[in-house]
């Protein structure tokens, strides 16, 4: 912990109730400040952090009173102490600086041990109750609801990643967590699983169940699944098995996968698993976004392994951060693990770039985009065993907006012909392609008319690219 001491601005200085232990202030104590401030006693300069979330900002952990005694005697600047808390619990911090002068209130003391552990619900009850006077027992018994949900929340968690073939090393990893841990939450399993297992056998549906027991519903329909062969699965979900080359949804199924920029459908993934993989097989997502290949893997009973630069933790804990660089590619398995399939799904160049990171690879130039896509795909074939298929998804990217068909340029657009030869020059060779177009009910009425009179040519096109190792 660091301290540096100055004088700043109280208008700069905030008092956050997120992190403030006590549930008002003292008008007594703050006259009493005051009192002593106008007679000339030396005041203890009060105790801040820089705000995390505001630009030059403060926010008190220490000195609520004397903070508003400032204020009342008309003081423009005041003097702080600037404290860097190192990873500390800011709101512990403020609470055990609290309770010097004045234990909290048995109320005060509750709301900060629940907002404490809501923030963080690694520390335990001994520190926290360090920090409000209060005992480790004490401290037990504010919490209890919000630690049994969180292991409930966590459990589940652990048992989706468990179920979809993530080794228990990735997952202790990815929570932080000792490996025993997380043996010891896969040990309810089968106790969790029978309460569903006789709720659907009851005739309960599957998105009742789901919503009961707070499962997501592909975790329910990995359940509810289980011992049907694929084409069972595919009667069951709903979905017709198309048979030819040509793949067509008119919309995404909602139960599979998150609302994202370039979500495609469960019912393609299904395809491809259908066609190019079998039960246990091991698949590799590395650009899963909603996660939609991850869903579609439990309900196939698929392993799956996602990555995506993008972090979501708390709703998609089995899809691994992870930034593909550009500039230094490195596979992200270690050991002899290696992919059944490889289902790749980037952003089709810069379709969506706005709605990606600055730093995707949308945000490539053209010529660094079909570089990337190259070194990718050799690492990929280093990766691969020698029946790995890749399937990789795209479409031509055209250089159409406001421009006549027969005015567009070529070397601008990106086509099928460009990934093929990138894929054929990184060792792959395609064994299919099929024709899986966007549904071109999103243009509107009013731009289709305008592309008509101005001879343009829109993209609904998409492919899926199958290959295989020369
Ligand atoms: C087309 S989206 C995937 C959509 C997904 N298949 C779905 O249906 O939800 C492409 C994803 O690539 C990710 N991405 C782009 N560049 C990346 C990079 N360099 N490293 C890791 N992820 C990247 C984006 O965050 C985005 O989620």
């Given amino acids: 912990m660091a301290k540096t001491t100055r004088t700043v601005p109280i208008t700069q200085i905030i008092l956050d109730e997120e992190i403030y232990p006590r549930s008002g202030v003292y008008p007594k104590r703050v006259s009493m400040f005051a009192e002593n401030m106008r007679d000339g006693f030396e005041i203890d300069p009060i105790e801040v952090q820089i705000h995390p979330d505001y630009i030059e900002k403060y926010r008190i952990l220490d000195g609520a009173h004397r903070w508003h005694a400032y204020k009342e005697i008309g003081a423009t600047e005041i003097p702080v102490h600037i404290i860097t808390l190192d990873g500390l619990d800011p709101l512990l911090y403020a609470a055990q600086k609290a309770i010097g002068p004045l234990q909290l209130s048995e109320e005060e003391a509750r709301t900060t041990a629940r907002r404490a552990y809501e923030n963080n619900p690694r520390l335990t009850s001994f520190e926290i109750g360090q920090a409000i006077g209060r005992s480790r027992q004490t401290v037990d018994a504010y919490i209890a609801d919000l630690r049994a949900s969180f292991q409930m929340d966590l459990d589940l968690k652990i048992f989706r990643m468990n179920r979809l073939g993530i080794s228990q090393e990735r997952i202790a990893m990815r929570f932080d967590a000792l490996q025993r841990t997380i043996s010891n939450h896969l040990a309810k399993m089968p106790e969790l699983a029978n309460l569903l297992n006789t709720d659907l056998s009851r005739g309960f549906t599957v998105v009742q169940v789901a919503e009961k027991h707070g499962w997501t519903e592909p975790m329910v329909w990995s359940l509810s699944l289980e011992g049907k062969d694929d084409l069972e699965r595919f009667k069951e979900l709903n979905w017709g098995l198309r048979t030819w080359d040509l793949w ?6 909602k139960r599979f996968g998150d609302d994202w920029p370039g979500r ?69 398995i270690k050991g002899k693990t290696k992919p059944n399939l490889i289902i790749f799904d980037p952003p089709y160049f810069k379709k969506q770039s706005n709605n990606y990171d600055p730093d995707a690879i949308s945000g490539l130039s053209k010529e660094q985009y079909l570089e990337f896509l190259e070194s990718f795909f050799a690492l990929a074939h280093q990766n691969a065993k020698k029946s790995t ?22 070397v601008n657009s990106i086509l099928i012909n460009d990934y093929l030869r990138i894929l054929n020059q990184s060792g792959w060779q395609e064994t299919h392609i099929f024709q899986a177009p966007l549904s071109s009910e999103r243009f509107k009425a009013n731009v289709v008319s305008a592309m008509q009179k101005k001879r343009i040519i829109g993209v609904t096109s998409r492919y899926i690219i199958i290959s295989k190792k020369k």
Wanted: aromatic share 16%; with cysteine; net charge negative.
């Fill in 248 to 253: 067509n949804w008119n919309d995404c199924d």
């Fill in 264 to 332: 495609i459908p469960a019912q393609m993934i299904a395809h491809i698993l259908y066609y190019f993989s079998h039960q246990g097989g091991l698949v590799i997502d590395p650009m899963a976004g909603g996660g939609v290949v991850a869903d579609t893997c439990l309900a196939f009973n698929r392993k799956c392994w996602s990555f995506d630069m993008e972090d979501r933790p708390d709703t998609r804990p089995e899809i691994e951060p992870y930034f593909w660089d550009f500039d230094d590619l490195k596979w992200p």
């Fill in 389 to 410: 298929r890749i399937a990789f998804v795209n479409a031509d990217w055209r250089d159409f907006q406001n421009t006549p068909a027969d005015n567009e340029i070529r």
